[in-house]
């Protein structure tokens, strides 16, 4: 490998009542991927916030490029070399494509006074085939998945010339296609001399590009070493001092009668006659691709978009949803996967975001039993392990999967007989997704249908007793459990081959 290009010595940052890093070492080198790995909490996102002028920190010092380095901001960071993608996207919902691709930096004509649209349209699009990304550049913002958004922004990041660019969690809301393309691109910017900050809870994804690691355990470095000397047991130890086993739980499912079913649902050119059935019991996976409609299925079964046509029966009863209010009320249940957008109140409690989805529990007469409701808070903190320093602290100071856990303990205390999770795991650690998939394994235990969207291969044939497979808005496919495999599901995902089964 080559030269250091950055250096970071001793680093600590404080938030209230949290000391987030403590004497944190981390370097990188030219022409390598370096993977900073680590818990929930553990301090990955703070340390790059550090490094891009996000955050102060307290005491330590920066060295980039040989020379002391001190980023007054993020777009000082990225003018002088260094570039990052945030787990959290930050992009502007409202403008198009090429827009948030060179924002603030606008292609101009008529000396400076325009932007040249059509030159931006047209380095957009060059860029975007560069990456082999089917985006129209001309495409707001905020009308695309997040998978899409996620490649937006490598994109963003990739049209500025920088030495050294941080990916903070790039592959979570990608599918297996997508991540090739990534990886591919990766390698090309490594065989060019630049560094590469791999932020990942993804593992298996390690034997791929990552050339060195570097693990850090509640706030604190723990070891550094090249990939190829240690394992995926090894460093998962490292990362949460001990040893996991089990990558998922075992599934004891007896899944009883159908609790829900929508039939023919249809909505533009996202959804096509789709339609799911869940039995009680039962985890339902929902596979496909980027663009597939596995999202855009979920919204339309709690309201959250309005639907051309479709059924939807819960219990043998057909219901009438037009919002989510109806959804909830009947007992039906979406952990969004845009947490940031559709999902946590960041400038609210821990407490109240578990709470507000369930107040009329802990109230009467309009009065809430502050008491009752902060021990079933204490419960779900306990239980999904949320690293906090209390009930009483602000969301947006915990770390992107911590604001996850507080989410999934917000539908946890209420009754309910369909969640779907979408998503479930982004953003999680491995030892805490173990955690995850075991609640979702208690939930339909207990007897609600679950539906689990995910773009992580492993997980839906891990976690699903049968699973549905979308493409183009579409159902195109639908194994059980012991059917499924890898290519199979890819097949019917890009709908080059079609199997459908009757749920009897």
């Known amino acids: 490998m080559g030269e250091i290009l950055l250096e970071m010595k ?9 000391k987030a890093l403590s004497g944190v070492d981390f370097t990188v080198r030219r022409g390598e991927v370096h993977a900073l790995i680590g818990e929930n909490g553990a301090g990955k996102s703070t340390l790059m916030k550090v490094l891009t002028g996000i955050y102060r920190a307290e005491s330590g010092t920066v060295h980039f490029k040989g020379k002391e380095f001190q980023a007054r901001n993020p777009r000082d960071a990225q003018e002088q070399g260094i ?14 494509v090429a827009e948030n691709i060179f924002i603030t930096r606008e292609p101009t004509k008529a000396a400076g006074c325009m932007v040249d649209d059509k030159r931006m349209h047209q ?3 060059e860029l975007m085939q560069k990456l082999s990304i089917d985006i129209r550049t001309t495409e707001i913002v905020g009308n695309l998945s997040v998978a899409q958004k996620q490649m937006v922004e490598i994109a963003k990041a990739l049209a500025v010339d920088s030495d050294i660019l941080v ?7 990608l599918a297996e296609n997508e991540v090739n393309t990534l990886f591919d691109i990766i390698r090309s910017l490594r065989n060019e001399g630049k560094g590469i900050v791999y932020i990942s809870h993804r593992l298996e994804e390690f034997e791929r590009i990552v050339d060195r690691v570097t693990v850090l355990r509640d706030g604190t470095y723990v070891d550094s070493m090249l990939w190829k000397d240690t394992d995926i047991d090894g460093v998962v130890t490292l990362m949460v001092g001990r040893s996991i086993t089990e990558q998922y ?5 007896k899944p009883g009668e159908v609790v829900f079913e929508a039939r023919h649902v249809s909505r533009g050119k996202v959804l096509k006659d789709a339609g799911i059935c869940v039995r009680r019991g039962e985890v339902v996976g929902l596979a496909g691709l980027m663009g597939a409609g596995r999202t855009e299925l979920a919204r339309a079964i709690f309201g959250a978009d309005p639907v051309e046509s479709g059924e939807f029966y819960l219990n043998g009863r057909q219901l009438h949803i037009k919002r989510p209010y109806d959804a909830i009320k009947r007992g039906m249940l979406y952990l969004t996967e845009d ?15 578990i709470t507000i989805g369930s107040l009329p529990y802990y109230a009467s007469y309009n009065v809430i039993h502050e008491k009752k409701a902060r021990k079933v808070v204490a419960d779900q903190i306990r239980e999904l392990r949320i690293k906090t320093p ?10 992107g999967g911590n604001q ?7 539908w946890l205390c209420r009754q309910a007989d369909l969640i779907i999770f979408d998503e479930p795991t982004r953003g999680i650690d491995v030892g805490a997704r173990y955690e995850i998939y075991s609640l979702i394994n208690k939930i339909a235990e207990s007897g609600v249908g679950v539906i689990m969207i995910s773009s992580d291969m492993p997980e839906i044939l891990g976690m699903s007793d049968r699973i549905v497979v979308m493409c183009e808005g579409r159902i195109t496919g639908e194994v059980t459990r012991d059917e499924a495999d890898q290519e199979t599901i890819l097949h019917m995902a890009s709908n080059t081959h079609t199997r459908k089964r009757e749920v009897v």
């Open 404 to 410: 996850q856990k507080v989410l999934i303990a917000r």
């Open 10 to 18: 001793n680093i600590c940052k404080e938030f209230p009542g949290v």
């Open 123 to 125: 380095r957009a699009k």
């Open 167 to 173: 990916l903070d969690e790039p592959t979570s809301a």
């Open 83 to 96: 570039s990052i993608i945030h787990q959290e996207l930050n992009l502007l919902p409202d403008l198009n």
């Open 339 to 353: 947490r940031k957008k559709d999902g946590i109140f960041l400038d609210m409690e821990v407490g109240m975001n």
């Open 390 to 399: 209390s009930d009483r602290q602000i969301a947006k100071f915990l770390s």
């Open 249 to 253: 739980p075992k599934r004891t499912a």
